[in-house]
């Protein structure tokens, strides 16, 4: 049976290192991307070119119809769906709480977390055992923050991904007998362009002291550990947490 998998955010950054790898490792690879096209073509373009298999898909996972629309591709491009990276997110301006705009929190939770939940939800309806899958693995982007609140900065991120920690566990635990496991990662300083996106292009080489590593992450590295968590070297692994951090 064909490995499919669905990256969400699959056009940079750890999502992009993802998709590489786990081409590089047999899977089909949907890379989906919000806005930017070129971004994502390009991801598609390096997988061919080494041999694999590979699409770009796009949707904002924050709109449930897109979202739809999306794994429907997904579908008639490869088949059922056995695996599922959540990793699409967004981060805002620094901004302490007593800043911040219901739009701004609304969108937060609309693409991070909302987002995530539908997402899981296609996926689950064509993995399933009980619906007629095979099983599969689900892997959910966390965050330091999570554990961290991001004070100062952006609690609102780090809320939103304390939500996707209670969900990752609630999740894994519901289909646990449905053939599916369901593991998050939880990246600490990473060098990636979501921190110019947040305002902020030099905070990871900034915070790079604090890390007792005493050092930035690369994408390649969460990657890593993302592929691990899909792969069946992970086959008793569900409701766990792999901290990619550094030691922060």
Known sequence: MD????????SRGIGAATALLA??????????YASNSLAADEVVRTIRDRGGRAISVQA?????AQVVAMFEKVDAKFGRLTALVNNAGVVDAQARVDQMSVQRLERMLRINVIGSFVCAREAVRRMSTKQGGSGGAIVNLSS??????????YVDYAASKGAIDSFTIGL???????????NAVRPGLIDTEIHASG????????LAPTVPMKRTGSAEEVANGIVWLLS???????ATFLDVTGGR
């Open 3 to 10: 490995q499919v998998l669905l990256i969400t955010g699959g």
């Open 23 to 32: 081409a590089q490792r047999g899977w089909a690879v949907a890379v989906n």
């Open 60 to 64: 904002d996972v924050g709109d449930e």
């Open 144 to 153: 330091a923050a999570a554990r961290l609140g991001s004070p100062g900065q």
């Open 172 to 182: 894994a635990k519901e289909v646990a007998d449905e053939g599916i496991r369901v």
């Open 199 to 206: 305002g902020m292009p030099d905070r990871a080489a900034q």
């Open 232 to 238: 069946e070297e992970a086959s008793y692994v569900t």
